[in-house]
Nanobody
Framework: QVQLVESGGGLVQAGGSLRLSCAAS????????MAWFRQAPGKEREFVAG???????YYSDSVKGRFTISRDNAKNTMYLQMNTLKPEDTAVYYC??????????????????WGQGIQVTVSS
């Protein structure tokens, strides 16, 4: 059974930093696309950052230059370092992984496994 478990969220002031972790179990995703999405109240889930099928990192324009995605294949864990946080970054953050291969790695529909979500709140 595949599980993704996020950790590291919380409350931080604007300008601060947080690091999210996504620990995977049940299978390895070292050669797979993986991604972070977020969903704010009243808004659709949106792509934040992820690894393409070629394992290249990509970022949404809203977080580029502030967030860094990384992965530790030995630990089967993905990270999201979030710096210079803004109130508009407030959302529930989800990590996601696919069952197979292919599709747009920035689209939520391409992912089959999701973490439970973790709250990130940035105060102004």
């Amino acid at each position: 059974q595949v599980q993704l478990v996020e950790s590291g969220g919380g409350l931080v002031q604007a300008g601060g930093s947080l690091r999210l972790s996504c620990a995977a179990s049940g299978r390895t995703f070292s050669n797979s696309a993986m991604a972070w999405f977020r969903q704010a109240p009243g808004k659709e889930r949106e792509f934040v950052a992820g690894f393409s099928w070629a394992s290249s990192p990509y970022y949404s324009d809203s977080v580029k230059g502030r967030f860094t995605i990384s992965r530790d294949n030995a630990k089967n864990t993905m990270y999201l370092q979030m710096n210079t946080l803004k109130p508009e970054d407030t959302a529930v953050y989800y990590c996601a992984a696919p069952r197979g291969y292919g599709g747009s790695f920035t689209a939520a529909r391409s992912y089959d496994y999701w973490g439970q979500g973790i709250q990130v709140t940035v105060s102004s």
